[in-house]
């Protein structure tokens, strides 16, 4: 019985401490109306567009460059949760001026819904010209 128990208890803590971890850009989830924010502009989303931007540079491009601003932030399309798609997705785009002075189109993703399993929201996003390997496809295709 004892043999039981503790990966019954080892279970139980990982799960309360998987429920209580921060989520990066969480802010933006719910504004209690039940309705669908446009979280393309939230201040959370950006930020952390803007931070995992400066590690993949650094990282994936080999330069120092970095998100110097965003503006015209707006909603191309939205896929709403319901019996058949289980997360709701919430397609963006932007301008993004880099720190060598170029602007470029920004694609990003959010993605809502992914409950205990995937810990809250999920945000991609894509700088185009920026993704040298296509992960994306050309010029961020799939996050249009």
Request: a negative charge.
């Amino acid at each position: 019985m004892t043999g039981m128990l503790v990966p019954a208890v080892l279970f139980s803590l990982a799960a309360v401490a998987c429920s209580t971890a921060p989520v990066a850009a969480a802010d933006y989830m719910d504004d209690g109306t039940g309705r669908v924010a446009d979280a393309c502009g939230s201040p959370a989303v950006l930020g952390f567009i803007r931070s995992n931007f400066d590690d993949k540079a650094d990282g994936y491009l080999k330069t120092d460059m970095a998100i110097a601003e965003i503006r015209g932030m707006h909603q191309n399309r939205v896929e709403l949760r319901d019996e058949t798609h289980l997360v709701q997705r919430e397609y963006c785009r932007a301008t993004a001026t880099t720190t060598d002075g170029k602007r470029r189109p920004l694609w990003y993703l959010i993605e809502r819904g992914w409950g205990f399993a995937g810990i809250g929201p999920n945000i991609e996003f894509c700088l185009s010209g920026l993704d040298p390997w296509y992960v994306y496809g050309a010029q961020c295709a799939s996050l249009r």
